[in-house]
């Protein structure tokens, strides 16, 4: 995939996954970088997130990230922290600059198994070598347990460009879990501005997603501006906005053992927080995945999900579509359950429900749960 | 099993399920009956709990509680709250009763599919003939993807009993979900008394135990008492908290496609509140589960469990056991994987976790998440 100009990437393999497959990356960029960032919510935190943290309320420019997978470097004590800036430093070293204050850090994969930073020492200067204006092994580099490299690119009037990256797969739920995102631009925009709207961009996008509830140590979402190109601003965050719900739906598309997407669309709520928080209750309950992943027509695990949310007191003027198709209207309709179920055997399997209580909607995306997440999960480390 | 004087329970088939198994259920006394309740706090609730719930206010005794599994009469409409009606009615008439206000009414199964009353008709009376002193088929018909009847019994000093039935299996989540538990005494309580004892003693144990995450619109637990027998109060409330925390345990342990029951205790919280909460977040993590499920001593989901819980700020003194052996404190310890594998290899698994923060605990009760949880759910109406 074609880059904004000034960037380049790479991805290589440094043994840090025991399978041999790409794991270390990077993303350098010729000129200094506007940069925001959305970190997990979690307490237990990574290193490389305290660290990144650290570097974003100094509000500095930086120049590049360096990204491994198959680690995640995270509770590994006082040592998780030194071999965190052990690998800004020694990627600032391989790179030429001066200092390690450069260069950011993100790290996924197991928790709680140490970092070994011989690898880092022998393997960056190769990756710094391999940097190339081409997204492909970076995307190859990043993912964990994702079947597939996730992408997506938009070109902006003028010749700039958005480049999305991201990797899932589980541990997937609102507020940043399991899931690193990396937007890049040559747009020429305010570092200011950018932090101002990216968390915007985030609530809308990688926000709205759940995979199994689980919210991580590691995750973060980026965007980095190189400023070479002026843009029309209004276009650019179209573009953002679009980047980043692609890559949210592509992520949760390739959920563990996921098979369809789900969207749950929920309108006319008292509160938009209350839609939120019924889109999501409905887009995480394993009973409603479980349905979906069956192809069951089970709209009462739906509305139970919107029960126990708490968006809506009076439950009796809700309204359930599935597929388009109305199964619920404050009492059970006569609808085709076989011609319902047939419509949920494909990937897209869209939720819509009418709360009758007010004007506020929201969506959230989540993916069925299968026997194979379960598979994937039950010996992921041994 | 022995019941206590007084009472005498039915459990018959009134083809409510398509299997033909037992689906009717009755629990009558002798003599008017002291009660409390606690009930679901989804915003959905069957008309069962909403009318139980107007019974309750009212503080009037009862005489009995007709039970059925298959159906759950819940998201029905007007028509579910009639049909839930003419079930305390024929269940009262039945039973030659002057009025409905003796019976209260209790229903299970699949949401959203109308009642059958005309099974209720032709049926009540034959469990009225059914009655007897036995608890086997009342708790073979209020199941319904149990795999076993739940049942525990103690036996008080001066001859007074408690016995508790109860049912789950899936839809299981803190705050009441998808169980039904009744719990029968011949022992002579104040109903005030009943009422505020029982929800501590239900906060202890049926609101301590997760299966899913989901809460169900149709969850209740009773405790009956007919005030026959003089009894030491001190040891029929520890009577009642074992009961109830036996039921609970057995309840989750039968979950949904589980194999093992995994007992989360939390100690040395800062707060009682978050002691809870992280038990809780542990008990339910998919990731948590699945880990158990594949006897992975993968500490690295707990902790994140614990981190997203919220219950600590600093993570850095946070130390966990697994099985009773060390395997986390502050920082990754060395410890025998190939060990704990082994150990994790039974029906019981316990995570310990000691937050070093203050002085409260706390305990949660879950299972794990395996491939069959997908399977009896991902197509349990079709």
Redo the contacts between chains.
């Keep these: 995939m074609k880059l904004p100009v000034g960037f380049k990437l790479a991805g290589i393999s440094a043994g840090i996954k025991e399978s041999g497959k790409l794991d270390l990356a990077l993303i350098v960029s010729e000129y200094p970088l506007n940069w925001a960032l959305v970190a997990t919510?979690?307490?237990?935190?990574a290193p490389c997130v305290s660290r990144n943290k650290g570097r974003f309320s100094s509000s500095k420019k930086v120049r590049a990230i360096v990204v491994n997978s198959g680690n995640?470097n995270?509770?590994?004590?006082?040592?998780?922290l030194w071999d965190n800036e052990d690998v800004a430093g020694l990627a600032a070293g391989a790179l030429g600059y001066s200092t390690p204050h450069d260069v950011l850090t993100a790290s996924t994969g197991?928790?709680?198994?140490?970092l070994d930073i011989k690898k880092f020492r022998k393997f960056l200067p190769k990756a710094v070598k391999a940097l190339k204006a081409d997204t492909k092994n970076f995307a190859e580099a990043i993912i964990t347990t994702d079947t597939h490299r996730k992408q997506v690119s938009v070109k902006l009037r003028g010749g700039g460009r958005i480049v999305g990256i991201a990797k899932g797969s589980?541990?997937i739920h609102p507020n940043m879990a399991t899931m690193l995102a990396f937007v890049l631009t040559d747009a020429d925009i305010d570092q200011d501005l950018l932090r101002e709207r990216w968390p915007e961009i985030t609530n809308k996008s990688f926000n709205r997603i759940t995979v199994?509830?689980?919210?991580?140590?590691n995750d973060m979402a980026f965007v980095f501006a190189n400023c070479r190109k002026r843009v029309d601003e209004r276009e650019f965050w179209d573009g953002l906005e679009h980047v980043a719900m692609e890559l949210a739906q592509k992520i949760v598309r390739d959920g563990e053992g996921a098979s369809k997407l789900i969207t749950v669309n929920v309108t006319n709520a008292r509160t938009e927080e209350g839609a939120s928080n019924a889109a999501k209750a409905v887009a995480?309950?394993?009973?409603v995945k479980?349905?979906v992943?069956?192809s069951?027509p089970?709209?009462?695990?739906i509305?139970?999900?919107?029960?126990?949310s708490?968006a809506?007191?009076d439950?009796?003027n809700i309204s359930i579509k599935l597929q388009s198709i109305l199964v619920?209207a404050?009492?059970?309709v006569d609808f085709d359950?076989e011609l319902v179920?047939e419509s949920m055997q494909i990937n897209d399997v869209v939720i819509d429900i009418d709360l009758a209580a007010g004007k506020a909607s929201s969506v959230a995306w989540g993916c069925d749960?299968?026997?194979d997440?379960?598979?994937i999960?039950?010996?992921?480390?041994?």
Tied chains: 1, 2.
Excluded at 74 to 80: L, M, P
Excluded at 212 to 217: A, K, L, R, V
Excluded at 284 to 287: D, F, R
């Design positions: 919510t979690n307490h237990l935190k995640a995270c509770a590994n004590g006082e040592k998780g197991i928790i709680g198994k140490p589980g541990m199994d509830g689980d919210t991580s140590p995480k309950s394993p009973l479980t349905a992943n069956g069951d089970n709209w009462g695990r509305l139970n999900a919107v029960g126990y708490g809506v007191s439950m009796g619920y404050g009492k059970p359950a179920s749960l299968s026997a997440y379960v598979k999960n039950a010996d992921y480390t041994t």
